[in-house]
DNA sequence: AAGTGGTCTAGACCACACG
DNA sequence: GTGTGGTCTAGACCACTTC
């Protein structure tokens, strides 16, 4: 067994509720309980409740207990963010990546400010449009330190940049902060999408950090405003 | 003393960083030096750092240390999600509440749906435009289960109905979900704001659920495309 | 080997809800 | 009063980084 125990206990919870046997808007059983159940600590519980907290899919209650929350009424997925991609991937929607461009490029003013690199560092440029259901409704441009991801080829780019990082290079990707706003749409989205009249995008902005806190990813996702979606799920902060 | 002790350890550390006397890229002392420094023991620095981490202040890495994260670089405050009217107080920007509509109504077929509510409930319907430095750009559709909120008045709607909710209702709210998505301006958009000729509208639908995981309040935010913004903060999730 | 953060334990006391 | 979740403690062992 290498899994952590609470998170041993989270999946089991959680799959608890997803199968129903664990139903909506019922009590579950009392951290009490959960301890001579699972045969470990209080604490080790409580970690494991408060990420089913956090993920939306259960809610505490002092003095009283802790209640299923209803899941299947949210159409997305419950815990973070959702795209329109990823939903047209979960969907299985036929999708297609078109690359557009595939550069090594010196840093420009903006660049050199949100990616904190200098004159001498090189940035991979690439630019993808995403065609779902025969739509090039998706502009994505991304841009990446070299020094971080050292080779990047059409394949790559095709897949997902995302996995290759992850898995092949082990870059950690630790948080990321996201800007949303409308701008007129530009030559390049007109280019490379299908705009259908359409002369504003939806831009989502996207600083990406590495485990060590260094920014080493800065990416732009141009929507087509009819097919953007976005779906949060918060929970309200302390204090 | 009332106030939890990770809180306060939470809060001073967080004011040491924006004063600057924890410098941003450096570490912050050991969890076992804080357990020195403040008297008390580990798992308590670490709640306390495990906040700071969540609202992005620090960066834990595991077997180095915590780094302060650069804040400053931020345009937006780091914690939860800013919207554009959130932004426009906070820079003091002349702003005006208008209350087109408020009504005790029968739900109909979406409310039903969405509030959770019967034929026999009856539902607070509250229409207000947003008016910031001279232009009405955002609409606010509010409906609120009539069991929650007995009464409501026009003073209230044109203050903040939010704060009336928690400060004087003493109802606590605790999760909320978002949808975001462009959608075409209707004639009550056109009524009420100032489009300036804008044929499309950013939808900010959110859910809200109390304490109790009941569901109270629907809202919808219509934003003018050009006035609309939109910035989050995420930390990956386990997993 | 020493220091760091991550997990886990077995207790304790508290504030809150409910009968 | 009993049971619940929220906080806090003083230890322990582990995995990882740095030397």
Redesign the interface.
Known sequence: MRENKY?TIYNDLLLKIRQGILKA?EKLPSENELVQQYQTSR?TIRKALN?LS???YI?K?KGKGS?V?DVSK?D?PV???VSFKELAQKMKKPSKTIVCELDLVKPDEYLKKHLHVTNKDEVWKVIRAREIEGEKIILDKDFFNKKFVPSLTREICEDSIYEYIENELKLK??????????DKATDEDDQYLDLEGYN?I?VVKNFV?L???SLFQYTESRHR??K????????????
Chains 1, 2 share one sequence.
């Open positions: 998170l808007n604490e990420l956090e993920h939306g809610q209650i209640i929350l949210y997305f815990s973070g963010l990707i630790s948080f990321a902060k996201k800007e949303i706003f409308v504003h939806v950090y485990d060590d806190a405003l009819d953007f979606r976005f779906v949060d799920f918060a929970r309200r902060s302390h204090q």
